[in-house]
């Protein structure tokens, strides 16, 4: 079946000298990987290698057979070009965070409309704003909507979230987000980019928080795995 669809980069696996395997969130089809033969290549690639740089917006013509096995690109053009966000140091940092979480926590293998315009719009918001230093806080958060674990604030109210049982809590049953850094989680909930990048976080308690938002996506997902550009995060926000 050949369909054309916008297309988010998520990563991609360098296969022999020329070649790549890239992974795809697709408008049409969810989740897709393809291998891309020659792109590494300047003589035999048939498209630029520019193209597949984590998050870049693609509009592809592609032949699906969905068998389970790797698809073929037809076609592939840029969709929506960004201003800044491959090209300012902060901004690409949190691109390739964030696109490595996408890929630890997505495994849409059907069309998700909602999900895809969620993605698109976040890195266009990140793309176009210059405050940004909750971003991935809030981006992770209503992530959380599409993957089916946000937190239920039926009893915010109470003192103790629970990464668990996915509630807040007047006693400790598991593993628990308290004190000032639940003070801070409270503030992004229900927040909107840009309310969430007006909130006021030092470098210490935007780590805090985002350690336990990460332990909150490993009791929620099955076989998920730190990314490993968590590291250079603390970084890049001094």
Not at 35 to 44: A, E, I, N, Q
Not at 85 to 100: A, I, P
Not at 120 to 146: C, P, R, S
Request: proline share 3%.
């Amino acid at each position: 079946m050949i369909i054309t669809t916008k297309a988010i980069v998520l990563s991609t696996i360098k296969y022999g000298d020329s070649n790549l395997i890239v992974r795809l969130f697709t408008e049409s089809d969810g989740m897709k990987s393809y291998m891309v033969r020659g792109v590494l290549s300047s003589r035999k690639g048939k498209f630029k290698k520019g193209y597949f740089q984590p998050l870049t917006i693609l509009e592809i013509v592609a032949n699906h057979r969905n068998k389970g096995t790797l698809e073929t690109l037809r076609d592939v053009k840029l969709h929506t070009a960004y201003i800044s966000l491959q090209t300012d140091v902060v901004k690409s940092s949190l691109g390739m965070f964030l696109s490595e979480m996408l890929v630890v926590s997505m495994q849409e293998e059907e069309q998700n409309t909602p999900l895809f315009q969620f993605i698109y719009q976040g890195m266009m918001w990140l793309d176009t704003n210059v405050k940004i230093a909750n971003f991935h806080i809030a981006f992770l958060l209503e992530l959380t909507t599409h993957l089916g674990f946000y937190p239920d604030t039926s009893k915010v109210h109470y003192p103790y979230f629970d990464l668990k049982e996915g509630d807040f809590s007047p006693t400790i049953r598991s593993e628990v987000i308290d004190g000032e850094t639940l003070v801070d989680f409270k503030k992004f909930l229900d927040s909107d980019f840009q309310t969430a990048c007006e909130i006021k976080l030092n470098r210490q308690s935007r780590g805090l928080l985002l350690d336990q938002i990460i332990r909150y996506y490993q009791y929620h997902l099955v076989a998920f795995k730190k990314p490993k550009s968590l590291e250079i995060l603390p970084e890049i926000f001094t």
